[in-house]
């Protein structure tokens, strides 16, 4: 992913003031293009990567909507999700887990099928 010049960096080489720049960011942004990352800087976003930008556990939360699962049904595996997300496996059995320890997944494991105890909780969620 390529970040963008500091605003300072960008004030200095074009003689604007620093509103200008965030302003120009904030474009940038709204139309897609980039987004700010920790530490005041900003990258450009790859058009592959336009979809959803919430954290993988909520996208895997809402499996349970969108495949219309009912407590107590079993759930795909991370094999499973880690296609469907294009994630690699360990990042998804990450996730997983704070679905488990949130109460909405039973504890996999090796050779375990995870099971669905509860809906997950919408409110609170953009």
């Known amino acids: ?21 965030l302003r120009a ?4 942004q709204r139309d897609g293009v980039a987004e700010p990352v920790p530490g005041r ?3 450009v ?3 592959e990567q336009s979809g959803d930008r919430r954290p993988l556990a909520d996208r895997i939360a809402d499996v349970i909507t969108d495949d219309g699962l009912k407590v ?12 469907r997300f294009s994630s690699s496996r360990p990042t998804v059995t990450k996730a997983l887990e704070k679905l488990e320890a949130a109460g ?15 809906l997950p909780n919408r409110e609170g969620r953009s």
């Open 45 to 47: 976003v790859r058009g």
């Open 41 to 43: 800087r900003w990258r």
């Open 1 to 21: 992913m390529a970040e963008l010049p500091l605003v300072t960096d960008l004030m200095r080489e074009h003689d604007v003031s620093r509103g200008v720049v």
């Open 25 to 28: 960011f904030a474009v940038l």
């Open 104 to 118: 909405v997944l039973s504890e996999g494991g090796q050779g375990r099928l995870r099971t669905v105890r509860a």
């Open 72 to 83: 107590g049904a079993s759930f795909p595996s991370a094999s499973e999700l880690s296609k």
